[in-house]
């Protein structure tokens, strides 16, 4: 069993369409959800569908903790060996578990997999991915992230939970914590693999669009890319945000 963290703001439509596609294409699996001070309305409809799960824990918070701690609180709960952080903004497809679950025996070190995305304008999408590969994409099906990959959808070992720890809190609701942890996870010697197999649709922070304005999130971002900088010990270029 897997277990599926996802905050939740509001956002029902979107969660609804996330939790059904995960009951659809997912085997073995329980839900996370951590309900960040939703409305009354909007949290009625994630939990009516949510309760059509076999296996689902619920996390309340009388106000919105912001993603990092709320997903914080999920992996506190979970007990599974491999845990998944995803977004309510996203859709499972066919196969995805399996597959990602599949790329952690390509090497003994595997401490982290991610899928590709559709929709979200990152360095993950699907179509940017197809003009840096070119002809060659990888055949074996994943290809080994240097860098690092978004947390709209990861799946990470217990192992290096127990080795790296929970996502870091310095950088306040989010933005910029991916990167850390992902630093992090390579500095203890694990590897990041992205399956060029599995393609998630990712509609991009559409909770942190209800919340701020275009201007508050530059400066949210400017602000943690800062905070990464300070942080980081090595002399890697990194690709942020």
């Given at each position: 069993m897997i277990d599926i963290i996802i905050p939740v703001f509001n956002q029902a439509e979107l969660t609804i369409r996330c939790l059904q596609s995960i009951?659809?294409?997912?085997?073995?699996?329980?839900?996370?959800?951590?309900?960040?001070?939703?409305?009354?309305?909007?949290?009625?409809?994630?939990?009516?569908?949510?309760?059509?799960?076999?296996?689902?824990?619920?996390?309340?918070?009388?106000?919105?903790?912001?993603?990092?701690?709320?997903?914080?609180?999920?992996?506190?709960?979970?007990?599974?060996?491999?845990?998944?952080?995803?977004?309510?903004?996203?859709?499972?497809?066919?196969?995805?578990?399996d597959e990602l679950l599949r790329l952690f025996s390509e090497g003994d070190?595997?401490?982290?997999?991610?899928?590709?995305?559709?929709?979200?304008?990152?360095?993950?999408?699907?179509?940017?991915?197809?003009?840096?590969?070119?002809?060659?994409?990888?055949?074996?099906?994943?290809?080994?992230?240097?860098?690092?990959?978004?947390?709209?959808?990861?799946?990470?070992?217990?192992?290096?939970?127990?080795?790296?720890?929970?996502?870091?809190?310095?950088?306040?609701?989010g933005l910029g914590d991916d990167d850390w942890y992902c630093h992090l996870v390579r500095e203890a010697g694990f590897e990041i693999l992205v399956s060029t197999k599995i393609v998630i649709p990712h509609y991009h922070r559409t909770t942190f669009k209800t919340l701020y304005k275009e201007k508050e999130l530059k400066k949210m971002q400017k602000e943690n890319i800062n905070k990464f900088k300070m942080k980081i010990t090595t002399g890697d270029e990194w690709q942020i945000f």
């Open positions: 009951r659809k294409y997912t085997k073995d699996y329980r839900v996370i959800l951590i309900n960040n001070g939703s409305e009354k309305t909007e949290w009625e409809e994630i939990k009516k569908e949510l309760q059509r799960n076999k296996e689902y824990v619920i996390i309340n918070n009388k106000e919105n903790l912001g993603f990092i701690k709320a997903t914080n609180q999920g992996i506190a709960t979970s007990t599974a060996e491999k845990i998944v952080l995803m977004n309510n903004d996203t859709e499972a497809v066919k196969g995805w578990a070190r595997i401490g982290m997999t991610a899928p590709m995305c559709s929709v979200a304008d990152s360095w993950q999408n699907i179509e940017k991915l197809k003009k840096v590969w070119g002809r060659n994409l990888p055949r074996k099906g994943y290809r080994k992230a240097n860098q690092m990959v978004a947390f709209f959808c990861v799946m990470i070992d217990r192992e290096v939970i127990r080795k790296v720890g929970y996502l870091s809190e310095d950088f306040g609701v």
